[in-house]
């Protein structure tokens, strides 16, 4: 086995200046690659989060406000098929309708 022990006041050969030189350099890329991937890795997008939550938060309410209003249009669409009262009310109240011979009375205030 050789064995050769250099000391800081020899000089190097150039082969080991360069071999030197190319590893202090791949170091460094080495670093410059690795920490980017670490930040992209370890970066907690926690206003992205936020975004979204409250984005979500938005659709669920709107989603809830449709879904009343479709189930009372789906309600008031059962009595108008199967309720004859319901019928005759509506057309009493917001057509202003009235069977032969019935006098109606309105009496509204004033100012309105």
Not at 33 to 55: A, G, H, K, S
Not at 84 to 100: C, F, G, V
Request: proline share 3%; glycine share 4%; with cysteine.
């Amino acid at each position: 086995m050789n064995y050769r022990e250099l000391r800081v006041s020899e000089p190097q050969s150039r082969w080991e200046s360069w071999v030197r030189a190319v590893l202090k350099v791949g170091r460094f890329t080495l670093v410059l690659l690795v920490v980017p991937v670490v930040y992209v890795l370890c970066d907690n997008p926690i206003d992205e989060q936020l975004v979204m939550r409250t984005r979500l938060d938005q659709i669920r309410v709107e989603r809830d406000t449709l879904k009343a209003e479709r189930d009372k249009l789906l309600r008031r669409m059962e009595w108008i098929k199967g309720d004859n009262a319901y019928l005759e009310t509506a057309a009493r109240d917001r057509l202003n309708l009235q069977k032969q011979g019935e006098y109606v009375l309105r009496f509204e205030e004033e100012g309105q």
